[in-house]
C-alpha cells in the first residue's frame, strides 16, 4: 500500500497540482491503480476501481459479499444513509456538501462528515486490515472547490440486493 503524506497547497495551487497528479494517473504512471490508497483529504480510499483489483472480491477495493454484508449490518446512521445513497445512485458524483446534507440535515457541517468517513475508515482497517470504503474519491469539483465522489455500479448493486431495495 502506498504511503500518503498531507501537504499543504497554495489554493491558487490546487488546480494545477491536481492536473498534475491526474496526467501521472493518466499516463500510467500509478502502480497502485485499483487499490484503496488513502485519500488525502479524509483517509480514505481515492481511487476508482479496476479490473486489476489486487484484493480476492469481485466488488471495489477486493471486497467480498460478506464484507460488504458486515459493513451495512451496523453502521453507523450517517454512514447507513450514504451507503444506502450511493446504492440507489450509482456512478453518479456526490460532492461533500451533498454527502453532508444527506448525513446530517441542512445544518450539518464537513467536519461531522469528516469524522464519519475517518470513523468508518478506521473501522474498516480494525476488520479487513485496509482503508476501504465501497465508494471512492472520483474527482474535484473545481468550480465548488470540493471533493466528489462514486460508487460503481457492481457494488452498488450487491449493497441493493444485500439491503433488499
Known sequence: MANWLMVPVREDMMKEVIDMIQKHLDDGQDTTRGTAN???????PSVAPSDEDGGVGPYYAGLTEADLRDMLLKPTRSMGILLR????????????M??????YGEN????????ALGSF???NRGRYGRDVW?????????ERGQWTF???AKTAEAIRRILEL
Open 38 to 44: 488513502p485519500d488525502p483529504v479524509d483517509g480514505g
Open 85 to 96: 445513497y450511493f446504492a440507489i445512485h450509482p456512478e453518479e458524483d456526490v460532492d461533500r
Open 98 to 103: 451533498e454527502m453532508t446534507r444527506l448525513a
Open 108 to 115: 450539518g457541517t464537513h467536519s461531522q462528515l469528516s469524522g
Open 121 to 123: 475508515t478506521r473501522r
Open 134 to 142: 465501497p465508494f471512492y474519491v472520483s474527482g474535484y469539483d473545481e
Open 150 to 152: 462514486r460508487m460503481d
